[in-house]
């Protein structure tokens, strides 16, 4: 677009065929030098550049703040001190032999107690389940963009004449500049509201932190931007339709102008994002709409936004790399994944053969999924993508992966447990039923892994888990006790379910973690707590249909194993609740009060419904404790790393 023709509803102010100098403005109009109009006119338009100049500096401070936090960040990930002992270092009854230096204790003091204040939840009626830090880190961005829009404004009103009209006057105010500021700041925010949606998330690789933990920023973003494109949509409606004289011709001549018919696509492109971004338009319209829509007019609302103001490209030009970057490592990720040599020779696309399995209870449906592809090693706790073909070859969903890798890259296993809701899930549900009655495999299409490759602590380690939530809490518990043995400090699982025959879904691998508690001695323990079933055994035989409460129980062991699995044993414990959950706070302080100091930092992890994340993110930042910590009792610097994911 010619940067003449972005102004021609303005002409009357600059007229760029009477000569005189142009100056060059970054992501403006050129300016004509000497103005040649009426001297409110001309002291306006030196308004408007200024104030256009002092925007695109407070943009590039926005991008110049957001890039130091990330540095101090990673800095601070970079300088801070390990969170255990040497286990070498140790005495009888567990006491270090060296204290923590200066430092060590200085850091450690000073992260437990923030994470006591900013751990916890706050105001969830509106934000929903997310920490105090993430509400800090909206804040601090929000009293930015609100502070900066309104400082280096001019705030002045000019009465000009209009030529050739006597007695007609336009009304030139600063509304245009604070409405160009903010639509500024849109744009700029654009790339980083892209940015922090990413699957192949850059800042989760640097940081550690998974992707989930980026989506509140992501979608509040998405709130202020389509207010300051709403605000910058009406006040130059005002301006030009009200203020700017004779009507309706000035308005008439600006709203076909090219650009002007962008600005509209964009408003309306991200008026429908906005709306179907809300929760209950979610589950009205289902997951699979919300994430399709959203991926496809997101890339149209950038394409309209960059015809709409092409002199602000860049940051439009910045969202789409970040696009189709994203996708194309996500699909380099599949073939890497897929492509290799055939069973029936050559060369091509191999797809993993799954087998699924039926659990039914009250609630609902249970499949766990199992198979064998030859592929690159994952860490304990990541995820990948999965994608059914006989189901949609369209749809791919996030599914903890719940087996250990094999430490032979060829033919490891995967497991996986999906709790079925609604849409693809509940698919997949009648898919597992009918493949398990004909004894069939399905083909599945992976692409990762994703999350954090260093879950696995040494040292004092807690880990638990809600439902399905145990996909990542076993293999991380199964490494950390192959990995580091039980060596200073101590190991333990918490498992939360319904019922006791949920723990079939995890029986295999439970059936190894008891193994592992008999060489353990006290340094490995696992709880179970049962929240829906009073103490009873198990009898049904295998293959039987049991009646509870209305639902149809499917199991795919025998009776025997079932009560295996709920009798106690030293370092297995079963705790039947009948109609409550555990107090997660009293489960936290007492793995706490019981950690050897030798084990150092307690590191926890988590997975679950987000009610238990509100609760264990409660209980992990009451026991943080900095004083204690600084008098040398190191286990009161306590971590959490929590994944809410449930798929």
Request: a neutral charge; proline letters at 4%.
């Given at each position: 677009?010619?940067s003449r023709g972005v102004l021609e509803a303005r002409q009357h102010i600059q007229n760029h065929s009477a000569g005189g100098d142009e100056i060059f403005y970054w992501g403006y109009a050129t300016r004509v030098f000497p103005c040649t109009n009426d001297a409110g006119s001309c002291a306006y338009l030196d308004a408007v550049y200024w104030m256009h100049t002092v925007s695109m500096l407070y943009t590039f401070i926005l991008w110049a703040v957001l890039g130091g936090l990330l540095a101090i960040f990673v800095l601070s990930r970079a300088v801070k001190p390990s969170r255990t002992r040497s286990p070498h270092l140790e005495l009888e009854g567990g006491r270090p032999i060296a204290p923590m230096s200066i430092f060590t204790r200085f850091w450690k003091s000073k992260t437990a107690a923030l994470r006591r204040w900013l751990l916890p939840e706050s105001l969830q009626s509106?934000?929903?389940?997310?920490?105090?830090?993430?509400?800090?880190?909206?804040?601090?961005?929000?009293?930015?963009?609100?502070?900066?829009?309104?400082?280096?404004?001019?705030?002045?009103?000019?009465?000009?004449?209009?030529?050739?009209?006597?007695?007609?006057?336009?009304?030139?105010?600063?509304?245009?500049?604070?409405?160009?500021?903010?639509?500024?700041?849109?744009?700029?925010?654009?790339?980083?509201?892209?940015?922090?949606?990413?699957?192949?998330?850059?800042?989760?690789?640097?940081?550690?932190?998974?992707?989930?933990?980026?989506?509140?920023?992501?979608?509040?973003?998405?709130?202020?931007?389509?207010?300051?494109?709403?605000?910058?949509?009406?006040?130059?409606?005002?301006?030009?339709?009200?203020?700017?004289?004779?009507?309706?011709?000035?308005?008439?001549?600006?709203?076909?102008?090219?650009?002007?018919?962008?600005?509209?696509?964009?408003?309306?492109?991200?008026?429908?994002?906005?709306?179907?971004?809300?929760?209950?338009?979610?589950?009205?319209?289902?997951?699979?709409?919300?994430?399709?829509?959203?991926?496809?007019?997101?890339?149209?609302?950038?394409?309209?936004?960059?015809?709409?103001?092409?002199?602000?490209?860049?940051?439009?030009?910045?969202?789409?790399?970040?696009?189709?970057?994203?996708?194309?490592?996500?699909?380099?990720?599949?073939?890497?994944?897929?492509?290799?040599?055939?069973?029936?020779?050559?060369?091509?696309?191999?797809?993993?053969?799954?087998?699924?399995?039926?659990?039914?209870?009250?609630?609902?449906?249970?499949?766990?999924?199992?198979?064998?592809?030859?592929?690159?090693?994952?860490?304990?706790?990541?995820?990948?993508?999965?994608?059914?073909?006989?189901?949609?070859?369209?749809?791919?969903?996030?599914?903890?992966?719940?087996?250990?890798?094999?430490?032979?890259?060829?033919?490891?296993?995967?497991?996986?447990?999906?709790?079925?809701?609604?849409?693809?899930?509940?698919?997949?549900?009648?898919?597992?039923?009918?493949?398990?009655?004909?004894?069939?495999?399905?083909?599945?299409?992976?692409?990762?892994?994703?999350?954090?490759?260093?879950?696995?602590?040494?040292?004092?380690?807690?880990?638990?888990?809600?439902?399905?939530?145990?996909?990542?809490?076993?293999?991380?518990?199964?490494?950390?006790?192959?990995?580091?043995?039980?060596?200073?400090?101590?190991?333990?699982?918490?498992?939360?379910?319904?019922?006791?025959?949920?723990?079939?879904?995890?029986?295999?691998?439970?059936?190894?973690?008891?193994?592992?508690?008999?060489?353990?001695?006290?340094?490995?323990?696992?709880?179970?707590?049962?929240?829906?079933?009073?103490?009873?055994?198990?009898?049904?035989?295998?293959?039987?249909?049991?009646?509870?409460?209305?639902?149809?129980?499917?199991?795919?062991?025998?009776?025997?194993?079932?009560?295996?699995?709920?009798?106690?044993?030293?370092?297995?414990?079963?705790?039947?609740?009948?109609?409550?959950?555990?107090?997660?706070?009293?489960?936290?302080?007492?793995?706490?009060?019981?950690?050897?100091?030798?084990?150092?930092?307690?590191?926890?992890?988590?997975?679950?419904?987000?009610?238990?994340?509100?609760?264990?993110?409660?209980?992990?930042?009451?026991?943080?404790?900095?004083?204690?910590?600084?008098?040398?009792?190191?286990?009161?610097?306590?971590?959490?790393?929590?994944?809410?994911?449930?798929?």
């Open positions: 677009m010619d509106v934000f929903g389940n997310v920490t105090r830090l993430q509400l800090v880190l909206l804040a601090v961005l929000t009293g930015y963009l609100l502070i900066f829009s309104l400082v280096g404004i001019v705030y002045r009103t000019w009465v000009t004449p209009v030529k050739n009209l006597p007695g007609v006057y336009n009304t030139r105010t600063t509304m245009g500049g604070f409405s160009d500021r903010i639509g500024a700041f849109a744009y700029a925010l654009t790339p980083l509201s892209v940015f922090l949606s990413q699957r192949e998330s850059i800042l989760s690789l640097i940081t550690g932190m998974p992707t989930q933990s980026f989506n509140f920023i992501h979608r509040w973003l998405g709130h202020i931007i389509f207010a300051q494109s709403m605000i910058h949509t009406i006040i130059w409606t005002i301006i030009e339709a009200k203020l700017y004289q004779p009507q309706p011709k000035v308005y008439t001549n600006f709203i076909k102008q090219t650009y002007m018919i962008w600005g509209i696509v964009a408003m309306g492109l991200l008026s429908f994002i906005w709306v179907f971004s809300f929760p209950r338009m979610i589950r009205l319209t289902g997951y699979e709409f919300f994430r399709k829509s959203h991926a496809i007019v997101a890339l149209i609302y950038i394409g309209a936004c960059w015809g709409h103001w092409n002199k602000l490209a860049c940051w439009m030009i910045a969202s789409l790399a970040i696009v189709f970057m994203d996708f194309g490592i996500r699909y380099i990720k599949t073939l890497l994944i897929h492509v290799g040599y055939m069973k029936s020779g050559g060369y091509g696309f191999v797809s993993a053969q799954a087998t699924l399995q039926c659990f039914d209870d009250a609630e609902g449906r249970v499949v766990r999924i199992d198979f064998e592809h030859n592929h690159g090693q994952w860490s304990p706790g990541q995820h990948f993508y999965l994608c059914f073909p006989e189901l949609s070859i369209w749809q791919s969903h996030p599914f903890t992966v719940a087996s250990l890798p094999s430490q032979q890259t060829v033919n490891p296993h995967h497991t996986y447990i999906v709790r079925c809701l609604k849409g693809e899930t509940s698919k997949l549900g009648m898919l597992a039923e009918r493949l398990q009655t004909e004894k069939l495999t399905t083909p599945v299409i992976l692409s990762g892994p994703y999350g954090s490759s260093s879950l696995s602590k040494p040292g004092n380690f807690l880990a638990i888990a809600g439902g399905t939530g145990a996909t990542m809490a076993f293999p991380v518990i199964l490494q950390r006790v192959q990995e580091y043995g039980h060596i200073g400090g101590n190991t333990q699982l918490v498992w939360i379910i319904r019922r006791a025959q949920d723990l079939e879904w995890m029986a295999p691998e439970l059936a190894t973690l008891k193994r592992y508690i008999a060489n353990a001695g006290s340094k490995l323990s696992i709880r179970i707590f049962i929240t829906r079933e009073s103490c009873s055994k198990p009898t049904k035989e295998e293959g039987s249909d049991d009646e509870i409460k209305g639902a149809t129980v499917r199991t795919s062991m025998a009776g025997s194993n079932i009560s295996s699995l709920v009798d106690a044993e030293p370092g297995y414990e079963v705790v039947w609740l009948g109609d409550h959950h555990p107090d997660l706070s009293q489960v936290v302080n007492d793995f706490v009060e019981s950690a050897p100091e030798i084990g150092g930092s307690v590191s926890v992890i988590g997975s679950g419904p987000g009610s238990m994340g509100t609760s264990l993110r409660r209980a992990v930042a009451a026991v943080n404790d900095g004083s204690r910590v600084w008098r040398g009792e190191e286990k009161y610097d306590v971590h959490l790393h929590w994944d809410d994911r449930q798929d």
